[in-house]
T-cell receptor, first 115, second 112 residues
């Protein structure tokens, strides 16, 4: 049973560029959340996708956008990269049943460095 | 706004001693409080969680207590071992799979 997978593992981009990160949820899961973890800090919630729609959003600018595909996988897009966007980007998947969702399982993360 | 404060930021104990990490949350609506362990370069892993209708939960050497009135919750690790060394994060949210607000983390070092 595959856990949450993310690609790529590491990425280096230049200020102003755009980046796309990818996440495949744990088998059987249908909900994907994205978190940004700056060095030495706790993860910060970016947004959550369920049924191909953004269900919840944290306090992040519109430069951060996402998408969920019919197979439940998800992408995180960041436009006009800033140096401050350098962080570990974590994807977490869970299973929703009606109004309830269950434990979140985290992926290994994508380390983004903006120079 | 929503906030979770975690203390201490670093904790060093001798093997066999107990370790306690404390968190305070601001959102009264929070009713789910997980604790994650993150080893260097690895993903956060859930080690224990508690819901607001329970005051204490235990799993072998790990226990979590919750004081909903004071908006405090704590992680207790007994008989610590070197492999317990990691960064521990507390978090709060409305439910298991929803938005989680994380604390800043506690780096626990267990010295043999």
């Amino acid at each position: 049973d595959a856990g949450v997978t993310q690609s790529p593992t590491h990425l280096i981009k230049t200020r102003g560029q755009q980046v796309t990160l990818r996440c495949s949820p744990k088998s059987g899961h249908d909900t994907v959340s994205w978190y940004q973890q700056a060095l030495g800090q706790g993860p910060q919630f970016i947004f959550q996708y369920y049924e191909e729609e953004e269900r919840q959003r944290g306090n992040f600018p519109d430069r951060f956008s996402g998408h969920q595909f019919p197979n439940y996988s998800s992408e995180l897009n960041v436009n006009a990269l800033l140096l401050g966007d350098s962080a570990l980007y974590l994807c977490a998947s869970s299973l929703a049943m009606g109004p309830l969702t269950y434990e979140q399982y985290f992926g290994p993360g994508t380390r983004l460095t903006v120079t | 706004g929503e906030n979770v404060e975690q203390h201490p930021s670093t904790l060093s104990v001798q093997e066999g001693d107990s370790a306690v990490i404390k968190c305070t949350y601001s959102d009264s609506a929070s009713n789910y409080f997980p604790w994650y362990k993150q080893e260097l370069g690895k993903r956060p892993q859930l080690i224990i969680d508690i819901r607001s209708n329970v005051g204490e939960k235990k799993d072998q050497r790990i226990a979590v207590t919750l004081n909903k009135t004071a908006k405090h919750f704590s992680l207790h690790i007994t008989e610590t071992q070197p492999e317990d060394s990691a960064v521990y994060f507390c978090a709060g949210g409305l439910n298991q799979g929803g938005k989680l607000i994380f604390g800043q983390g506690t780096e626990l070092s267990v010295k043999p």
